[in-house]
């Protein structure tokens, strides 16, 4: 199997997002986006980049996903509204 491009998300992240993408609508997958990428900012921020540039994302869509479906009465309202 070939392997992809460094620069790439890996393959188990776009399968978490589509199984994300399965049960929820779209603007729960924004907001998981969002919220995945500004935890993996802050953990960069934190700790040190890693030697191989290989950062594991599903620990930050996780991260992401619990984020919104707790307080999804208070964020959706933000994005829905502008449909």
């Known amino acids: 199997m070939a392997e992809s491009p460094p620069n790439f998300v890996g393959n188990g992240d ?6 994300l993408w399965v049960g929820l609508s779209m603007p729960h ?3 998981i986006c969002c919220f995945a ?3 993996a900012l802050l953990y ?3 700790a040190p ?3 191989d540039n290989r950062i594991p994302f599903v620990p930050f869509i996780t991260i992401g996903t619990f984020t ?4 999804a ?3 959706l309202p933000l994005i829905s509204s502008a449909y």
């Open 14 to 19: 776009i399968d978490i997002f589509f199984c």
């Open 29 to 31: 997958l924004l907001w």
């Open 37 to 39: 990428c500004v935890s």
């Open 44 to 46: 960069l921020i934190v």
């Open 49 to 51: 980049w890693p030697t």
């Open 68 to 71: 919104v479906i707790h307080y």
């Open 73 to 75: 009465d208070s964020l």
